[in-house]
Nanobody
Framework: VQLVESGGGTVQPGGSLRLSCLAA??????????MSWYRQVPGKERELVAR????????TYADSVKDRFTMSRDVGKQTVYLQMNNLKSEDTAVYFC????????WGQGTQVTVSS
């Protein structure tokens, strides 16, 4: 499985960004994987931001991003998205896409910087 993230950048507090994760090389359609977004800042562990389960499409969000971030999936495009609104400085991190079905696969990450 090859995952390619895009959409990161620098934005002011209160702004928005949409991250994309293209499952470029997959064995099954992306809705047969548990798809997740994680983020990591230097010196800290990678933390789960949002997850979309393959079974029933259940969405889970970290408390810190609830009501601000929305994860979605376009099976036809083999892509998952993370719409991030009302961004805060503490959202600054490298964001990683993850796909899991038996094994776990990671993208290369995309930097999100929230700064005035």
């Amino acid at each position: 499985v090859q995952l390619v993230e895009s959409g990161g950048g620098t934005v002011q507090p209160g702004g928005s960004l949409r991250l994309s994760c293209l499952a470029a090389v997959v064995t099954w359609p992306c809705n047969m994987y548990d798809m997740s977004w994680y983020r990591q800042v230097p010196g800290k562990e990678r933390e789960l931001v949002a997850r979309l389960n393959s079974t029933g499409g259940v969405l889970t969000y970290a408390d810190s991003v609830k009501d601000r971030f929305t994860m979605s999936r376009d099976v036809g495009k083999q892509t998952v998205y993370l719409q991030m609104n009302n961004l805060k400085s503490e959202d600054t991190a490298v964001y990683f896409c993850n796909a899991q079905r038996i094994l776990s696969y990671w993208g290369q990450g995309t930097q999100v910087t929230v700064s005035s």
